[in-house]
């Protein structure tokens, strides 16, 4: 059964890059391209992991959203990888305390991509 994945990112070169390194593994992969979207699409597909942009014009941030997430008893268990290009110390906290499962520095490698992912779903060795 494939993993359902959400990407939830404004940029759509950053979104085509993200689609495009997992569509060779076997997810399932979803978009929406701010936090409120993001937020919905997360209730109604109940996904396995969200890739979430930290930086996202509407009403919501990254972490916002990520907040409601984990505080939400059915979706808290949804693995949440926030990705952004901000990598200082009080944003790596603010992702803590929204309670991020991992954080992505933009630019990231494909690579390093993957093994998040796949570590977020329990697919890694």
Do not use: W
């Not at 941030?61 to 008893?73: A, E, L, M, T």
């Not at 200082?88 to 093994?115: C, H, M, N, R, W």
């Amino acid at each position: 059964m494939a993993h359902r994945i959400l990407i939830v990112e404004d940029q759509p070169d950053i979104c085509k890059l993200v689609r495009m390194t997992l569509e060779f593994g076997d997810f399932e992969i979803h978009e929406a391209h701010d936090g409120e979207s993001g937020l919905n699409m997360a209730r109604a597909i109940k996904p396995d992991v969200i890739l979430l942009d930290v930086m996202m014009p509407g009403l919501l941030d990254g972490y916002q959203v990520c907040d409601r997430i984990k505080k939400d008893p059915e979706l808290r268990a949804i693995k949440v990888a926030m990705l952004t290009a901000r990598r200082q110390a009080t944003d790596l906290a603010a992702g803590e305390a929204a309670g991020a499962d991992a954080y992505l520095v933009k630019p990231f490698s494909p690579l390093e991509l993957i093994d998040r992912v796949e570590s977020l779903v329990g697919l890694a060795p």
